[in-house]
């Protein structure tokens, strides 16, 4: 029987052995690592930016890189909205129709440390001064480049270690802080175990795990009666409750052990 890996086809068979086993399981890590599981530091970001063709511009990037975004297009709108939840990371302009950025920032200031980036076309050493006095992070004079945001973006998030608890793939939501899986936004109650093994297995994308390691980092294996059917029982029911018979998060390696993501 045929089965496509990333581009290559394989043929899965009974019976291998020997050099051709060897040969097999050397072609299918090359296959497997070839294809970089992307995951991203999945943040929450609050952007208030007036201009709605360059606001869904950046929101369209930033979805792209797994991050939630609310959008809003003025002043008084920003003030409805940025106190529902909490958020990692603030892009405000500062000339609004119905008010000003800086206003805005200095509302946040009295609440919250969160990171301000201001997008403005305001790039003088005094309206920079000004920004930095309201408590902005750092500034992004208009126009720039979407990529520049990102990475600007980005350095901001891993300073502030946002996404180092979050994970996400698909549709599937990982929060190492509050130890909570969800899967299309529902949560999934999984016990410790199941849990540990997920987290394990998300951590380790793009590679191949073997049962052994399994064992040896998830189980106390001295003194211990376990063996290759613990992992497969706990696999077995990890995928039942994450849905994934079509095996799209965690993909069995015939002869070597499992990876995630496809």
Same mark, same amino acid.
């Given at each position: 029987m045929k089965r496509s890996? *990333? @581009?290559?086809?394989?043929? +899965?068979?009974?019976?291998?052995?020997?050099?051709?086993?060897? &040969?097999?399981?050397l072609f299918l890590q090359f296959c497997i690592l070839r294809k970089v599981v992307r995951f991203a530091a999945m943040a929450k970001i609050f952007l208030l930016e007036d201009d709605k063709i360059l606001s869904k511009g950046i929101s369209i990037a930033l979805k792209k890189d797994e991050h939630m975004v609310t959008a809003v297009y003025g002043y008084l709108e920003a003030l409805q909205e940025y106190q529902k939840q909490k958020y990692d990371l603030f892009l405000l302009d500062?000339?609004?129709?119905?008010? *000003? @950025?800086?206003?805005?920032? +200095?509302?946040?200031?009295?609440?919250?440390?969160t990171p301000v &980036?201001?997008?403005?076309?305001?790039?003088?050493?005094?309206?920079?001064?000004?920004?930095?006095?309201?408590?902005?992070d750092d500034y992004i004079s208009k126009p720039f480049s979407i990529e520049v945001l990102r990475k600007k973006v980005l350095a901001v998030l891993k300073r502030t270690g946002v996404g180092k608890f979050r994970m996400k793939y698909r549709d599937l939501e990982l929060d190492k802080e509050k130890c909570l899986v969800l899967m299309?936004?529902?949560?999934?109650?999984?016990?410790?175990?199941e849990y540990k093994l997920l987290l394990y297995l998300m951590e380790s994308r793009g590679r191949v795990v073997t049962k052994a390691l399994l064992l040896e980092q998830l189980w106390d294996i001295v003194g211990n009666f376990v063996d290759d059917c613990t992992v497969r029982v706990n696999i077995k029911r990890l995928r039942q409750k994450l849905n994934d018979e079509k095996q799209e998060y965690i993909v069995t390696v015939f002869g070597m052990g499992y990876s995630f993501g496809e």
């Open positions: 890996l *990333n @581009g290559c086809t394989i043929l +899965k068979t009974n019976c291998i052995c020997g050099t051709d086993a060897a &040969l097999l399981r500062i000339n609004l129709p119905d008010g *000003n @950025g800086l206003e805005f920032c +200095k509302i946040i200031r009295e609440t919250s440390e &980036l201001f997008l403005t076309a305001n790039d003088t050493e005094e309206d920079m001064l000004e920004g930095f006095g309201v408590g902005c299309k936004g529902k949560e999934i109650h999984l016990t410790s175990t």
